[in-house]
């Protein structure tokens, strides 16, 4: 087998996508499955089922890769300056940084180009990212890429969270890497602050460190079903995924103003400007295929574009305007389709904007969700 260099993994996967590289031992992730089951067992996980399906599997890189001997964890930055200006007409959603541009593959490609030397070298290798099959982010934090944040999420020294995260596993020794850097713990940088605590729109960080699935948006908009009735005013503009907590970390505002111009950090590429924001009625105009070749990219619930719809409906109601004819004739649409849960949720948002008189037709409605929808109490758009 030939000899391997760190400073040629390294420099291959930062060729490749990857903006920080660094590597660990595989033993097993036993706190992190202790708490994965303690959460699990306190429903903190909802119907989340991402690494929680099988913690003894996603804290064990040996389930993954038989004979694995290293961890080599990859960072890929998804940094961006506040979105761009809306660039449309209409009620428009906002969408979350991470699927403004395609970093994901940028991500792959980088851990690839790794696993790919390691194997030319005469290694196993593969590579895992954003699965159920590792813990990604406990990977990351043994390797020494930073802590872990109030709000959960791994924050880079001097750099932030605004990271992609995935993991190379391969049976090399990590002591027959060449000139490969010792692994350090990375302190806890939060200290006192706990600014993103009360940023969450629905309270989700319950604790430092943890969060309740249950109240994220970024997993409510994602979940199948109907959007929790609590949590719609709170949604916003929200189509898909939220930023919120991240947007007020210090280090991600440091790194803002590192790469702005005249600062010492390098910006990426923004990739599509346009990605940043979704027209809403188009949404909710659009038929499945083309939702799905718009934004297929994104997480949608079994792959079904209802979703997409209900998620569309619900920031109508909180950004729409009721009289605009446009807007009504969507409302319409949706009340009188043949799908109970855009029906139901159509609903909510012609009575938070006003337009009562448009559900006339569905006192007689069979579901029981579209009765519950309208029977239940709604704050009108400029109350709450």
């Known amino acids: 087998m030939g000899q391997v260099r760190w400073a040629d993994l390294e420099a291959r996967g930062r060729a490749a996508g990857l903006d920080v590289v660094a590597a660990t031992t595989a033993e097993p992730f036993d706190d992190a499955r202790q708490i994965l089951e303690e959460r699990r067992a306190a429903g903190l996980n909802g119907s989340m089922q991402f690494t929680y399906r099988k913690p003894e599997r996603s804290t064990q890189p040996e389930r993954t890769l038989p004979g694995v001997r290293t961890l080599i964890a990859g960072a890929t930055s998804y940094h961006r300056d506040l979105p761009p200006a809306p660039d449309g007409v209409g009620p428009l959603a906002r969408v979350a940084r991470y699927v403004w541009a395609d970093d994901q593959d940028r991500l792959l490609a980088g851990l690839q180009a790794v696993c790919d030397a390691l194997v030319e070298a005469g290694h196993r290798a593969c590579v895992v990212s954003d699965q159920n099959h590792l813990v990604d982010r406990p990977v990351a934090e043994r ?8 709000n959960a999420n791994l924050l880079l020294p001097g750099r932030g969270s605004w990271y992609l995260l995935g993991t190379v596993l391969t049976d090399l020794e990590l002591s027959e890497i060449d000139g490969v850097p010792e692994g350090r713990h990375v302190a806890d940088g939060c200290g006192t602050c706990e600014r993103c605590r009360p940023a969450c729109p629905t309270g989700a960080i319950v604790a430092p460190g943890t969060v309740d699935a249950r109240r994220c948006l970024s997993w409510s908009l994602q979940v199948t079903g109907s ?10 503009d929200r189509l898909y995924g939220c930023d ?7 280090p991600n505002r440091l790194e803002r103003r590192r790469a702005a111009p005249g600062g010492s950090g ?4 923004l990739g599509r400007p346009e990605k940043a924001w979704v027209p809403v009625l188009g949404v909710l105009a659009a038929s499945d295929q083309e939702l799905l070749d718009r934004h297929g990219r994104w997480y949608i619930p079994n792959r079904d574009p209802r979703y997409l719809r209900r998620n569309a409906l619900v920031v109508l109601g909180n950004v729409g305007d009721g009289t605009d004819p446009v807007v009504r004739a969507a409302l ?5 389709g043949s799908d109970a849960l855009l029906r139901a ?11 009562d008189d448009l559900l006339v037709d569905l006192a007689d409605d069979p579901d029981p969700e579209v009765q519950a929808e309208l029977a239940a109490p709604v704050a009108p758009r400029g109350t709450a």
């Open 227 to 236: 959007f929790p009735r609590d949590q719609r005013v709170a949604l916003g």
């Open 332 to 336: 319409t649409r949706a009340l009188s």
């Open 244 to 250: 919120d907590c991240q947007e007020v970390c210090p």
């Open 143 to 150: 390797a020494g890429l930073g802590w872990f944040g109030k």
């Open 345 to 355: 949720h159509a609903v909510w948002s012609a009575r938070r904007l006003g337009c």
């Open 266 to 269: 390098v910006a990426v590429a």
